[in-house]
């Protein structure tokens, strides 16, 4: 029987080919989707499983009187509580103290870098790929590897026992491997030093008390503790060592379990919202497959008539109709697994960026995953087979027999909902596509107040190895450069417009006293000439007159805007409570946009700097005529090659540099534009069903009007009219709400386009034309059938 | 000859719209064992009607249905079904093979409801082809058969059962006039080795090779 099953299900899925076809996309998009964002969840919650004793591990979060908070506290209170209190088993800190560079066999290399106390892995037992955890950092001059950093110095053999020079000086022994840790985990490593090391550091030295914090404290306590008990501990010893408690208003105990959902609550955002779009999309592709199973069973009221005449239950007829979508929604989600592996997973990966290592698909850790979908694809699968099946099956075998389906009622006002729900999100996707692409190009092709185009930025930041020679090598390219008949101008300089650091002042004028909050960087004398930025008032820096020492500045409209200036006549910047006599002010440059778009442009103070500091100055620019960029770039990048350094000289242009800050935006449209396809897709999948139900239901209708003389044109509409209407709502659903979530949006620019009509107007017209396509499709074929068969009687 | 069923007024009506429409009225008939039925009458008089509701399909309003001494009328439909399923096998005019099985596995459907063993059915399925002289269009789709082809598995489908009573709603109103004759000869032969056979029709000539015409005209018997 379950054989004759199968046969009859897989002939019925290759004789409506299309629409099983149709049926697969849809589902394994939809379930690949489900999955990726399943297991992300999953792998979040399973990412620090790897840390033995969770429970026990508790961390120190500083609340400030202000509300903030952060995971800081000053150095020598981790000494303090583990020498007054017995149930600390263990405690560590891990903090960072600059990346430091790495030297094997002349090559270079620097990751992300963590000082922690031997104690380290006592608290956080991490398992090891090489090496002994017990002993990993008791050396002052060892080193701990995570698995990513061993592959990219030491390919794939054991590293345990070698040498790596850190920082020219210092002989590090590696003395183990971490195992590759999910990128989920609240663990962000590269390398681990003992903190041993530091303790020779002048600097560090100097950091290391009571006033400054600046390194996490972990602890591990034995379970008896009595954690408020531990707490009033810790509440003591605050009062007793802390220097100071004004700004302070607790220290706090933290289960470390709970870190990461404590410090970003945002996750539990994204996760909440991950587990409700997964059920979303599910219900959507149910939906659609349920309406394409009705329109389906249709064509079989006949079918199931004979089959009962010979006998058949009607629990048969619906156990075969559940093998034939179980066999549909179980191919789809074999190959939702495969795309998933193949194409989302990595994109995921991507989408972390590959600094800590990356995702990975284990069977034997993420069966849960699998198990989980095969339930969602069984429970799946009935619910889209017995539904429509029972109603089918309880038609009566004398009408069943004569195929009249026109007697079948129907429930149109629930599927009706979920067209319209499907095409409101379709619309609202396109909607916002349409203006978010709009307000890219604004931004794109905006006036920035500054010269883009044939201007090369070159970055100065790259560790060089001898500063003298690299200096006397920099001096003369520079003056090669300045006599370059092609190059216009030559700047060093701290910033370029795209990356300013975020560095500020406050600045006092005691005659208005008014303090102003300015943004802080430095220039050389040809800066704001290279960039073509117009002075509004005073002059450039001029090497000739200005003294460094002296510290000129030039500051923007919007600074002499906040002070309230109208000239900047006999003006120094000064600071508040200071007997310094300030920076002299020469001149005042029109605002230009130094960030991206979504910034206003606020009060900017550049300070004058020698444009032959190549050690302070992070970018070289550089003017030329158009034309003659590439010659120029091979000149400079000449240069650079002869000079040693640990990264390499990365030339690019201005304009490049700019676009590039509304990458992330550019990618936020493309998934807009990605959820949008589908939408649509998935929604005239669902639409395409229902056609074919109504044109199936009509077929003596559209035969009757064709005699009557009803001419093609009147028939597709006449089946496509209700569906239209229903796409229309959808539209006026989505309009006002695609309106105000792109308007609370835009104002988050700065700068921003104004929303249109005409904007919605196109998002509807795309949303229209392909389902007019769609309906198109099935309803011309419908309205074309010749009226001698559709009028024939049985 | 005992009788295979009786039926005492039985009476069928639906409902149209505010109308009561009665389809079959007042009807008395008791149909011996052995017997082949002709029922004739014009389009609409019940024939159709009569036979659905002989065949438990459908389902008299009123009156008495006994079929082998037990009444049909006040059973509950799972045992109604297990009594046609037993011992009525039905014939189409549209044939109504299912399109996605086989020859083979048209014929062998009926058995696969009753669960016949897989080796039994093929045995019984293999005697069947070969009596209706069918063996080798066996792994054929149905609309790879002529019309009289389709009808002859139809038949063949409906006899593999081994049924006491064959209904039959016109079995040659698709057929041309060869087929009809080929088709009638054989259900006269499938009588005389002892199945009853019931077929509604329009043509005297089909009428003629039963041994008992019933007359129907709106829904009553006018003669015998």
Redesign the interface.
């Given at each position: 029987?379950i054989k004759?099953h199968i046969?009859?299900s897989v002939?019925?899925l290759w004789?409506n080919k299309t629409l099983s076809i149709l049926n697969l996309l849809g589902l394994s998009i939809g379930i690949s989707s489900v999955l990726t964002l399943l297991f992300s969840v999953y792998a979040y919650y399973t990412a620090d499983n790897n840390i033995p004793e969770k429970e026990s591990i508790f961390y120190l979060k500083t609340v400030l009187k202000n509300g903030d908070e952060y995971r800081s506290v000053p150095y020598p209170f981790l000494d303090v509580i583990k020498s007054s209190s017995p149930k600390v088993i263990a405690g560590t800190h891990l903090h960072g103290w600059g990346n430091i560079w790495l030297e094997k066999d002349n090559k270079d290399f620097q990751n992300r870098t963590d000082y922690a106390d031997p104690e380290f892995f006592e608290v956080f037992d991490l398992p090891f790929k090489y090496g002994n955890s017990d002993t990993a950092l008791k050396n002052k001059y060892s080193i701990v590897l995570t698995d990513k950093v061993s592959r990219q110095i030491f390919g794939d053999s054991n590293p345990v026992g070698k040498t790596l020079i850190g920082a020219d000086t210092l002989n590090l022994q590696v003395t183990g491997v971490l195992k590759p840790i999910s990128p989920y985990s609240s663990f962000r490593l590269g390398v681990i030093l003992p903190n041993t090391i530091l303790k020779e550091n002048p600097n560090f030295v100097a950091q290391n008390n009571w006033e400054n914090s600046f390194s996490p404290i972990d602890l591990k306590l034995s379970a008896d503790t009595n954690i408020a008990g531990f707490q009033e501990h810790i509440t003591r010893l605050v009062e007793e060592h802390y220097t100071d408690l004004e700004s302070i208003s607790e220290v706090k105990l933290m289960p470390y379990k709970e870190m990461r959902t404590d410090l970003m609550p945002i996750v539990d955002v994204i996760i909440t919202s991950s587990i409700a779009a997964s059920f979303f999309i599910l219900l959507i592709i149910l939906v659609n497959l349920l309406n394409l199973n009705t329109s389906t069973m249709l064509g079989r009221t006949?079918?199931l008539a004979?089959?009962k005449?010979?006998?058949?239950?009607k629990k048969?007829l619906v156990y075969q109709y559940c093998i034939e979508n179980g066999i549909l929604v179980f191919v789809s989600i074999g190959l939702s697994i495969l795309l998933f592996l193949t194409v989302n997973l990595p994109r995921l990966n991507d989408a972390f960026g590959p600094e800590f290592g990356e995702i990975s698909f284990n069977i034997l850790n993420d069966y849960p995953v699998i198990a989980g979908i095969v339930i969602v694809g069984i429970l799946s699968t009935l619910m889209v087979s017995i539904v429509p099946s029972l109603r089918f099956v309880k038609i009566?075998?004398?009408i069943g027999?004569k195929g009249k389906i026109d007697r079948i009622k129907n429930n149109f006002l629930l599927r009706n909902s979920f067209i319209i729900l499907q095409f409101s999100i379709a619309i609202l996707c396109i909607c916002v596509s349409v203006i978010l692409n709009r307000q890219i190009s604004f931004m794109k092709s905006a006036d920035l107040g500054f010269e883009r185009n044939s201007i090369l930025v070159g970055n100065l930041d790259l560790d060089y190895k001898n500063l003298d020679d690299a200096q006397s090598k920099f001096n003369a390219l520079l003056n090669d450069l300045e006599s370059n008949p092609y190059v216009k101008s030559v700047s060093t300089s701290e910033s370029i417009p795209s990356d300013y650091y975020f560095n500020y002042s406050s600045y006092y004028d005691p005659t208005i006293n008014n303090d102003v909050r300015m943004r802080r960087s430095y220039a050389d004398d040809s800066y704001f000439k290279t960039l073509e930025v117009p002075l509004v008032e005073g002059r450039h820096f001029d090497r000739n007159i200005d003294q460094p020492d002296e510290r000129p500045v030039i500051i923007n409209e919007a600074a002499m805007r906040a002070f309230g200036w109208t000239s900047i006549e006999g003006k120094r910047l000064n600071y508040k409570d200071s007997n310094s006599t300030g920076l002299p002010i020469v001149g005042v440059v029109k605002d230009f946009h130094y960030e991206d778009l979504q910034e206003a442009v606020e009060p900017l103070v550049h300070i004058y700097r020698s444009h032959k500091e190549l050690r302070l100055h992070r970018f070289l620019t550089v003017s030329v005529q158009e034309g003659h960029e590439i010659s120029v770039e091979n000149k400079i990048t000449e240069a650079f090659n002869d000079i040693s350094s640990r990264k390499t000289y990365v030339q690019s242009r201005l304009s490049d540099m700019v676009s590039g800050q509304y990458l992330l935006i550019e990618g936020i449209l493309k998934s807009v534009n990605i959820t949008a396809l589908t939408a649509i897709f998935i929604s005239c999948l669902g639409l395409f069903g229902l056609i074919s139900f109504t044109a199936k239901r009509k077929v003596k209708e559209i035969g009757i009007r064709k005699v009557l003389g009803a001419s093609v044109t009147k028939i597709v509409l006449l089946l496509s009219k209700d569906y239209l209407i229903l796409v229309a709502v959808a539209a006026i659903i989505a309009f006002p709400l695609a309106w105000y979530i792109m308007s609370t949006w835009l104002d988050k620019f700065a700068y921003s386009i104004s929303i249109k009509w005409w904007m919605f107007a196109v998002a509807g017209l795309i949303a229209l034309c392909i389902t007019a396509i769609t309906l198109g499709l099935r309803a011309v074929r419908s309205a074309t059938a010749n009226p001698v068969d559709s009028l024939k009687t049985? | 000859m005992s009788i295979l069923l009786s039926l005492n007024e039985a009476t069928r009506s639906v409902n149209s719209g505010n109308n009561k429409v009665t389809l079959l009225n007042n009807i008395n008939l008791q149909v011996k064992e052995g017997e082949f039925i002709s029922l004739m009458g014009p389009s609409g008089s019940g024939k159709s009607t009569l036979l659905?509701c002989i065949g438990m399909?459908?389902n008299f309003n009123g009156g008495g249905y006994t079929f082998l001494g037990q009444p049909v009328h006040s059973m509950k439909e799972k045992k109604r079904?297990m009594l046609?399923?037993e011992y009525i096998g039905?014939v189409?005019?549209?044939y109504?093979?299912?399109?996605?099985?086989t020859v083979f596995?048209n014929i062998?459907?009926?058995l696969?409801?009753?669960?016949v063993k897989s080796s039994e059915r093929k045995a019984l399925v293999a005697d069947m082809l070969d009596r209706f002289n069918i063996v080798g269009k066996k792994d054929l789709f149905p609309e790879q058969l002529s019309g009289g082809q389709q009808q002859l598995v139809g038949i063949a489908?409906a006899l593999i059962?081994n049924p006491k009573l064959i209904l039959a709603d016109e079995p040659t109103g698709n057929l041309n006039s060869k087929q009809s004759t080929e088709i009638m000869e054989l259900f006269s032969e499938l009588n005389k080795e002892g199945v009853t056979i019931i077929q509604a029709t329009h043509s005297e000539k089909n009428a003629s090779y039963g041994s008992r015409i019933i007359n129907l005209l709106d829904g009553e018997i006018v003669s015998e």
């Open positions: 029987m004759n046969t009859t002939r019925n004789k006949k079918t004979v089959r005449v010979l006998g058949s239950s048969s009566p075998v004398t027999i049985e | 659905n399909l459908d079904s046609y399923k039905f189409f005019q549209a109504h093979l299912i399109d996605e099985l596995e062998e459907t009926p696969l409801y009753k669960n489908r059962g």
